[in-house]
């Protein structure tokens, strides 16, 4: 299978007047068609920029994409000028967003909405995209006759539900979830994902996921990249990284989700907090929690390097493990 | 098991359909007694001047020095003013003058500057900048000030005024716009839209003006007594309307000499300035109530 995305050494930094903010530093990674690659990490890790910066979207006046190349389909997305990444926005690519809530105008009926996506790309009149709206609000699982209708009139979970009608709308190679599930509670989550999954395979819409939740992450992933501080710490195979996680923050995350088997009183907590991205600490950007850093820890930046095939840690452990 | 849920959650909220947010605020109107009234003298107002020619009793310049300065009778509603002339057929011809101008004004004021706050508080920068600073020196200057001002210098009759009118009313309705807009330009929606690949023109259209439109109609049915009040201003000193073509405003300069020995010249069309004046503010203000429900409670 042909590679549809593919991105090197993506660094983002917003500017303020006093500081530069590193938002994303240097991060790689490749998607394949079809695939779906779920990226984890905290609030603040970068992963919502690094979504932005595919679509080119960081606002110019305080962001910028200070390096790196990104490729989809082959092309670089670095030298599109804006009139085409505007057609490739929505056609191509599509985004879903956090807040169902507030991605929805207020003031236009949900049909218009999708609609209005469908005319934007394709040649097409007002009632072909009005059948082709209601089609996808069939295939969401809303009844069509609510196309007149305005998102105030719908749940939370339905609202989701139009924004990925409106996202797939176009028939896109590259889906980019950001955190679909975090506003909706864990049933409707559970729902959503399991249609998000079998939308995706019905248009062979390739995916990135980012989310807080390692379990969705195993339901639906292929691929996986672990976040911190705008790096990727861990990239690889769901299998590499749920059954050999290496990095000491991978682990961290494993150990911190509570057992079925096990009766704990405390769950196991990464101590101390992410650093603020416009001071990182020197070396590598972990050490200041990670249990195990030495002296070499805290002042070079380890490397990025490939322990098993595909398998990518960013962690001085990392070449111990080569070494043995 | 799933389709089985979707399709549970789709018919959940079925009986909430068919209530358009038009609807709603129209509901929430309805309840609100003094701006109803407001609407239907507005509503009367506005037949009575449309069909002026059919109701009025007498032609609003057949002059009749016999019947000079009659108090109000039947023959004569509101009495005649000094040349004899019919007050109430002249209420209503001036009327007329003073709600066309009045939409025109508001309007085109309505146009010019939604255009232009939108485009301000969306691209921002230099632009914005020059746009601002254009606005805040005709903030500077009094409105009505800036209004004498502009019909003395382009002189009198029905365009200038108007002009002068909307040229006054622009400035506060593009703040206003600018100021709702840079509210929604960081909404989530705005963002997804640009994401799904609208251009710049595409999103001001159909997703920021639309959404600005709520606080504009307040502003047009406030601002549209104001400018009834303005036009009635400029005529009365003499740099709006021209006589003989009737005006509220140049009515009531006209009855100025005789204020003290004969009532209804002055009386009647200041009471119909006082209270179209009113009317629009109480249905202005029971619109924006409507429109906000977290407003009143």
């Not at chain 1, 139009?162 to 679909?180: F, G, K």
């Not at chain 2, 254009?134 to 903030?139: A, E, G, L, S």
């Not at chain 2, 309307?241 to 009855?255: A, F, M, Q, V």
Request: proline share 5%; aromatic share 6%.
């Amino acid at each position: 299978m042909s590679k549809l995305l593919n991105v090197k050494d993506l660094t983002v930094q917003y500017e303020t007047d006093e500081t530069i903010i590193h938002a994303v530093n240097g991060i790689s990674f490749e998607l394949e068609e079809g695939k779906t690659l779920g990226i984890v990490g905290e609030t603040g890790a970068g992963k919502t920029t690094t979504c932005l910066s595919i679509l080119r979207l960081i606002s110019e006046t305080s962001g910028r994409i200070t390096g790196g190349e990104i490729s989809f389909h082959g092309e670089d997305m670095m030298k599109k000028s804006e009139l085409e990444m505007r057609k490739i926005r929505g056609s191509k690519i599509s985004m879903i967003f956090q807040d169902p809530m507030t991605a929805l105008n207020p003031v236009m009926t949900v049909g218009k909405q999708i609609g209005e996506v469908i005319r934007k790309h394709q040649k097409c009149s007002r009632l072909e995209a009005a059948d082709r709206a209601k089609e996808m609000l069939t295939k969401v699982g809303i009844a069509p006759e609510r196309c007149s209708d305005y998102p105030h009139q719908f749940s939370g979970g339905m609202k989701q539900r139009v924004v990925i009608a409106m996202a797939l709308a176009c028939n896109p190679s590259l889906l980019l979830a950001d955190e679909p599930t975090t506003a909706l509670d864990v049933t409707i989550q559970a729902q959503m994902l399991e249609m998000i999954k079998d939308l995706q395979k019905q248009c062979n819409t390739a995916m990135v996921l980012i989310t807080h939740d390692l379990g969705i992450v195993a339901e639906t992933c292929n691929s996986v990249g672990i976040m911190y501080a705008g790096e990727l710490v861990e990239y690889g195979t769901a299998e590499n990284i749920f059954e050999r996680a290496v990095h000491p923050y991978t682990i961290g995350l494993f150990q911190a989700i509570p057992s079925i088997e096990e009766r704990t009183a405390r769950l196991k907590v990464i101590p101390g907090l992410m650093p603020d991205p416009a001071d990182l600490p020197k070396g590598c950007k972990f050490s200041p929690r990670c249990r195990y850093s030495t002296r070499q820890c805290k002042t070079q930046t380890p490397p990025y390097c490939e322990i098993t095939p595909g398998h990518f840690v960013r962690c001085f452990c990392g070449d111990y493990k080569e070494g043995e | 098991m799933i389709k089985q849920n979707i399709n549970m959650l789709s018919n959940e909220h079925t009986s909430t359909r068919n209530r358009s947010q038009l609807g709603e605020i129209w509901r929430r109107l309805k309840k609100n007694k003094l701006a109803m009234v407001s609407m239907c003298f507005i509503l009367l107002l506005g037949l009575m001047v449309i069909f002026a020619n059919v109701i009025s009793p007498y032609p609003y310049d057949k002059i009749d020095l016999s019947n000079a300065l009659q108090m109000p009778s039947l023959a004569h509603l509101m009495g005649t003013d000094d040349f004899g002339r019919d007050i109430f057929s002249r209420i209503l011809f001036g009327g007329r003058i003073s709600l066309l101008v009045a939409f025109c004004t508001v309007l085109v004021s309505i146009v010019i500057s939604a255009v232009l706050g939108a485009a301000a508080g969306y691209f921002g920068g230099w632009f914005d900048s020059v746009v601002m600073r254009i606005v805040d020196v005709f903030m500077a200057i009094p409105g009505m000030l800036l209004a004498i001002s502009i019909a003395a210098a382009l002189g009198t009759g029905i365009v200038n005024t108007a002009l002068a009118i909307t040229i006054c009313n622009i400035p506060g309705l593009t703040r206003i716009v600018r100021s709702s807009v840079l509210l929604l330009r960081d909404q989530e929606y705005i963002e997804a839209a640009v994401s799904f690949g609208g251009s710049d023109k595409h999103i001001i259209r159909r997703h920021i003006l639309p959404n600005t439109l709520a606080p504009l109609i307040v502003q047009a049915s406030l601002k549209f007594g104001d400018a009834i009040l303005s036009i009635a201003g400029l005529s009365f000193i003499g740099l709006g309307i021209e006589p003989p073509t009737p005006e509220w405003g140049s009515i009531l300069s006209n009855g100025r000499e005789l204020i003290r020995s004969f009532w209804p010249i002055v009386t009647f069309p200041g009471l119909m300035i006082a209270l179209t004046m009113l009317a629009f503010n109480l249905f202005g203000d029971g619109l924006r109530d409507a429109m906000d429900p977290r407003l009143k409670q």
